[in-house]
């Protein structure tokens, strides 16, 4: 059974930064795409950032420039870099990963506050 399970998440205040982390139970490269979502109250889930087993990402518009995904296969992690955080940025996030046969998996998720 595949486990994501992330970790990071907490309270900042606007302009802070926080690290997610996202560590999964086998190889990354059985992977070749992960990412992270996220959703806010009230609202659906939502794309956040994607990186493919090649390197390739993705980002939402809203984050672009600010959030940076990166995945270390030694470490079997895919971490979330978010600097110059914004209220609008509060919400769960989620790990995701995806296998070259489009089955899904997801962790549990973390909560992010931007709060001040």
């Known amino acids: 059974q595949v486990q994501l399970v992330e970790s990071g998440g907490g309270l900042v205040q606007p302009g802070g930064s926080l690290r997610l982390s996202c560590a999964a139970s086998?190889?990354?490269?059985?992977?070749?795409?992960m990412g992270w979502y996220r959703q806010a109250p009230g609202n659906p889930r939502e794309l956040v950032a994607t990186?493919?087993?090649?390197?390739?990402?993705t980002y939402a518009v809203s984050v672009e420039g600010r959030f940076t995904i990166s995945r270390d296969n030694e470490k079997k992690t895919v971490d979330l870099q978010m600097n110059t955080l914004r209220p609008e940025d509060t919400a769960v996030y989620y790990c995701?990963?995806?296998?070259?046969?489009?089955?899904?998996?997801w962790g549990e998720g973390t909560q992010v506050t931007v709060s001040s």
């Open positions: 990186i493919t087993n090649r390197g390739d990402t």
């Open positions: 995701n990963a995806e296998t070259a046969l489009m089955r899904i998996y």
């Open positions: 086998l190889s990354i490269h059985n992977f070749v795409k």
